[in-house]
């Protein structure tokens, strides 16, 4: 059974730093490629980042370039998000989720919702002062 748990989240002042985790079993890191997005009230759950399984190439949406780090940690089945400089409008409820199906060049699929099959029930960021 495919199981995702988010972890990390929390409060942190505008500029301040967070990294959030995310625990899987039921299948190994390295067969499949791990993405985050986010979820702010009243907004439509959007891409934040991706590791793709196959070359362990990475995506960022722009708004997040230069200050989220994805990277993942085979022996502990887990991946992560480094989150740096942070801003208020960061704050949503970030979800880690599985792409069954990687291909060699992910974008732009991997900020599509409807192509990750298992997802994790979510970790609140709040950036605020």
């Known amino acids: 059974q495919v199981q995702l748990v988010e972890s990390g989240g929390g409060l942190v002042q505008p500029g301040g730093s967070l990294r959030l985790s995310c625990a899987v079993s039921?299948?190994?890191?390295?067969?499949?490629?791990m993405g985050w997005f986010r979820q702010a009230p009243g907004k439509e759950r959007e891409g934040v980042s991706c590791?793709?399984?196959?070359?362990?190439?990475?995506y960022y949406a722009d708004s997040v370039k230069g200050r989220f780090t994805i990277s993942r940690h085979n022996s502990k089945n887990t991946v992560y998000l480094q989150m740096n400089s942070l801003k208020p409008e960061d704050t949503a409820v970030y979800y880690c989720a599985v792409l069954t199906s990687p291909t060699t060049k992910m974008a732009p699929r991997w900020q599509l919702v409807d192509e990750y099959d298992y997802w994790g029930q979510g970790t609140q960021v709040t950036v605020s002062s």
């Open positions: 039921g299948f190994t890191l390295d067969l499949y490629a």
């Open positions: 590791m793709s399984s196959l070359d362990g190439s990475t």
